[in-house]
């Protein structure tokens, strides 16, 4: 059974960080590519950041650049998030997603077969 659950969500003041972390089971994370998303009420579902199955790829939308961090570890079929320097902007539910069929990276949201259930990210001061 293909299942992505996301964990390490959570309230925090403007500067600090958290590790957002997706596990996977069903698949192996070594033969997809997985995209971060993030969604605030009322707004579309917004690609943040991928990383392609080989792990050589990854790309990050600009207003998280130099900020977020993605990387996946394929023996605990795991791939996190690090959320830098977060400000009030980021406040969004966070989703990881899993593709079979993307060539490279990309964070557009169709691409993708599996998603999971969200994590909460608030940063308010």
């Known amino acids: 059974q293909v299942q992505l659950v996301e964990s390490g969500g959570g309230s925090v003041q403007p500067g600090n960080s958290l590790r957002l972390s997706c596990a996977v089971s069903?698949?192996?994370?070594?033969?997809?590519?997985i995209g971060w998303f993030r969604q605030t009420p009322g707004k579309e579902r917004e690609g943040v950041s991928c990383?392609?199955?080989?792990?050589?790829?990854?790309s990050y939308v600009d207003s998280v650049k130099g900020r977020f961090t993605i990387s996946k570890d394929n023996a605990k079929n795991l791939v996190y998030l690090q959320l830098n320097n977060l400000k009030p902007e980021d406040t969004a539910v966070y989703y990881c997603?899993?593709?079979?069929?993307?060539?490279?990276?990309?964070?557009?949201?169709?691409?993708?077969?599996?998603w999971g259930q969200g994590t909460q990210v608030t940063v308010s001061s």
């Open positions: 997603a899993a593709g079979r069929r993307i060539i490279g990276c990309t964070v557009t949201r169709t691409m993708y077969d599996y």
């Open positions: 069903g698949f192996s994370v070594s033969g997809y590519t």
């Open positions: 990383v392609s199955s080989s792990g050589r790829t990854t």
